[in-house]
């Protein structure tokens, strides 16, 4: 690598002509990337072709085997896409490419700082009170691993155990339970990351024929479990803003209640819809979540900043250092701010600057916008299948999600897992799959600042087309 390469300034204005090309294609462009084998084979090259000619291959061969999931009909699991002040932010963030690790102080850089005031202004967004503190991750899974571990510190202090100090053996054969209802498989993935097990993780009870958990049941269930504190070291209960297949929200107020009266702690996974908080309109189904003891927000979703990032939110800071803090004489003495002290990780990306960029760039409003315009879009797509031949709706629609599959008169013969390959294969649109009462179903999540009422008839008119095929 010659250091004093110039190929920055040789490529920037075609990679800048490139880039803005495909924007202006993007509507136009296959949601899905063809699947073309490599033309290449993946070898190291010895020497190295030079910036030029990896750029050239990547448009070559790499370009079209993307999805366009940053464009407005990319509906699969819930995928936002880079705004246009998070992108600029984002080019920022690597050109500046600062380790967001230590406070502003001993780094020489205020990339701490502007981490701090971007999640006093996401937590002012969701109108949660002062004594919120968080910091950024990777994203929902991180958040809810570091909301676990921290609670996993709190239950532990309470038995009489500093588990950051002395781990989970010192806790002998006490468990940590954890209770959850529909909860995304990240919570058991964060429970075996964090030594806890997956086997902790206890459904509670659902009320009804809906997707949220009990507060009667669970109230039966914490009070069993306080039944043998030689076995239960104490609970945490995980509940969702909002399910995944649906965006349907558990009602906070009266799980709250259940836990302060109890002593579990209370983490919300808001990694799918925690900013239906900052849109007037829908707001309420989030009401309590100021009562929660974590929370996790994912803002590589519906925030609309680009891969990766998510955000963790807690009022429990010193559970959350003795969980987290990393020290050595060479990271400086720790006066404020350091993410190294908060973080899964140590040196980190400038994730925040993104972030800032698209805060201040479109405030409060921008983004209850982006809520209602998207929640605005999934009514409409809800009631034309409700209405449609081929499809039934499988729940109401809540929020930015539908539930559905293609009705079928005999279940032996459930098409609607090849319908949703044809409807796919189309390019038109791009949902996922999934399972809903033990059938396959599809879903249709609508994250992305750019789709719009001109996009509902390319979808229904795909959908359609599918089914008739
Ligand atoms: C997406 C999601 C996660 C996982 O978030 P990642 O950013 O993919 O790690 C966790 N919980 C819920 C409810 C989600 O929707």
Not at 256 to 262: D, E, F, G, I, P
Not at 361 to 387: H, P, Q, S
Request: aromatic content about 6%; overall charge neutral; charged content about 15%.
């Amino acid at each position: 690598m010659d250091p004093h390469s110039k190929d920055l300034t040789a490529i920037w204005p075609q990679l800048s002509a490139y880039v803005l090309d495909r924007e202006a294609a993007l509507a136009s462009l296959p949601a899905i990337g063809n699947a073309d084998p490599s033309p290449f084979n993946g070898e190291l090259p010895a020497k190295g072709t030079g910036t030029q000619a990896a750029f050239d291959l990547f448009k070559a061969s790499i370009a079209s085997r993307l999805s366009t999931s940053c464009g407005p009909r990319y509906f699969g699991f819930i995928t936002g896409g880079a705004s246009p002040a998070a992108h600029i932010g984002d080019v920022l963030a690597t050109s500046f490419d600062q380790n967001v690790m230590t406070a502003s102080e001993s780094a020489g850089s205020a990339a701490a700082d502007i981490e701090e005031a971007v999640v006093g202004m996401i937590r002012d967004l969701l109108d949660l009170p002062k004594e919120y503190s968080g910091i950024l991750t990777a994203g929902g899974t991180s958040s809810n691993t570091l909301a676990l571990a921290i609670a996993r510190q709190w239950v532990g202090r309470r038995a009489g155990v500093d588990i950051g100090e002395d781990g989970l053996q010192a806790l002998g054969a006490r468990r940590i339970r954890v209770f959850g209802t529909m909860a995304h498989q990240s919570i058991s993935k964060a429970t075996s990351t964090l030594g806890l097990g997956r086997s902790v993780v206890h459904v509670a009870p659902i009320a009804g024929s809906t997707t949220h958990m009990d507060p009667m049941a669970l109230d039966k269930a914490l009070a069993a479990a306080a039944t043998t504190p030689e076995l239960v070291a104490g609970c945490v209960v995980v509940i969702q803003s909002g399910e995944v297949n649906t965006s349907n929200c558990d009602s906070i107020n009266g799980i709250a209640a259940v836990c302060k009266r109890r002593g579990a702690w209370l983490h919300i996974d808001g990694a799918a819809n925690l900013l239906a908080r900052a849109s007037p309109t829908h707001a309420a189904l989030l009401d309590g979540l100021e009562l929660a003891d974590s929370i996790t927000g994912d803002c590589h979703k519906w925030f609309n900043v680009p891969y990766d990032c998510g955000v963790m939110l807690s009022r429990h800071p010193d559970a959350h250092a003795a969980a987290m803090t990393a020290t050595a004489p060479y990271l400086g003495a720790v006066p404020s701010f350091a993410p190294i002290n908060l973080s899964l990780d140590n040196s980190r990306r400038f994730r925040a600057l993104p972030l800032w960029m698209a805060l201040q760039a479109y405030g409060r409003k921008g983004f209850a916008e982006i809520v209602d315009r998207t929640c605005r879009f999934a009514a409409a797509l809800g009631a034309w299948v409700d209405a449609s031949a081929n499809y039934e709706l499988l729940q109401p629609v809540c929020l930015n999600t539908v539930l559905f599959r293609v009705i079928a008169v005999d279940v032996a013969q459930d098409r609607t897992k090849a319908v949703l390959s044809r409807v796919n294969a189309s390019g038109k649109v791009f949902m996922t799959g999934t399972v809903w009462a033990g059938r396959p179903a599809i879903r249709a999540a609508i994250a992305n600042w750019r789709t719009t009422e001109d996009d509902l008839q390319i979808v229904t008119d795909a959908l359609v087309a599918a089914a008739n095929q």
